[in-house]
C-alpha cells in the first residue's frame, strides 16, 4: 500500500526566498508524481506532473524531481513570493492511475 | 476549454438525507476519479469510472455510498442517508486516457447537520 509524507508540514519563509518542499513514498512502482497547490477553501491546481521515466520537470520557478529508486520527489521554489503562499500537496500515481496524497506543506512567505 | 465543473459547490443536509454530487469532466477526458478530502486529513481516493463503468472503487465506503458516469451527463456521487461523519470537500478530476496529468474541480464541500 502506498504512503506518501511530505516534510515539512509547515514553513514560513521571507519574501525573495529560495526553498525545497519534501515528498516521500513508500511504493516506488509508482506511474507518475503530481504536485499540487491548494488555497484555502479552494480546489488543486496542478503544478507539474512527473512521470515515472522522468527525472525532473520545470515550469517557471518551479522544478520537481523525482527519484524512484529512493522514494523520494522535490519541488524547489524559485525567488519566492507572498502569492506562492498555499498548500502544496504531492502525490503518487498507482495501480489504475489513482492519486495517493501526502497531508500536505503549508508555505507562507512573508513580505 | 472549460476546467473540471462541479456542482454543488455547497451543499447542506440534514442527517437521513441524500447528497447528490455532481461531476463534468474537461473536454475530451473519459476518465474520471472522485477524491474526499475530511477536515485535518489528506485527500483520499474513492472511486474510478469511465464512461458506464466502474473501473476501481477500493476507496468508497461498502454501504450507502455510490457513483456513476453515464453515456450522457455528468458524473454523480451519491450518498444515501448522510451521516455527520460524512462532513467533508469532495473532489472530482479528470484525465486523458492512461496515466496523464489529473485536473481537479473546486470541490463539493458538504455539511451535515
Known amino acids: 500500500k502506498q504512503e506518501v509524507t511530505q516534510i515539512p508540514a509547515a514553513l514560513s519563509v521571507p519574501e525573495g526566498e529560495n526553498l525545497v518542499l519534501n515528498c516521500s513514498f513508500t511504493d516506488s512502482a509508482i506511474y507518475n508524481l503530481q504536485w ?3 488555497d484555502p ?3 488543486l491546481t496542478s503544478l507539474l506532473l512527473i512521470q515515472s521515466s522522468q527525472r ?3 515550469s517557471g520557478r518551479l522544478n520537481a524531481s523525482l527519484d524512484k529508486s529512493s522514494g523520494r520527489s522535490t519541488l524547489y521554489i524559485a525567488a519566492s513570493q507572498p502569492g506562492d503562499s498555499a498548500t502544496y500537496l504531492c502525490a503518487g500515481g498507482g495501480s489504475n492511475y489513482k492519486l495517493t496524497f501526502g497531508k500536505g506543506t503549508l508555505l507562507t512567505v512573508n513580505p | 476549454n472549460a476546467g473540471v465543473m462541479q456542482n454543488p459547490r455547497h451543499l447542506v443536509r440534514r442527517r437521513g438525507q441524500e447528497a447528490r454530487l455532481r461531476c463534468s469532466p474537461m473536454k475530451g477526458h473519459s476518465h474520471v476519479y472522485w477524491y474526499r478530502q475530511l477536515p485535518e486529513e489528506g485527500l483520499k481516493f474513492m472511486v474510478y469510472l469511465q464512461k458506464e463503468n466502474i473501473i ?3 476507496g468508497m465506503p461498502k454501504e450507502r455510498f455510490s457513483a ?3 453515456k450522457e451527463g455528468p458524473s454523480i456521487l451519491r450518498i444515501q442517508q448522510v451521516v455527520r461523519g460524512d462532513s467533508a470537500a469532495y473532489f472530482c478530476a479528470s ?3 492512461g496515466p496523464n496529468e489529473q485536473f481537479f474541480g ?4 458538504l455539511t451535515v447537520l
Open chain 2, 95 to 97: 484525465s486523458p486516457q
Open chain 1, 36 to 38: 499540487f497547490r491548494q
Open chain 2, 56 to 58: 476501481d472503487e477500493s
Open chain 2, 68 to 70: 456513476e458516469f453515464p
Open chain 2, 106 to 109: 473546486p470541490g463539493t464541500r
Open chain 1, 41 to 43: 477553501g479552494k480546489g
Open chain 1, 56 to 58: 525532473e520537470q520545470t
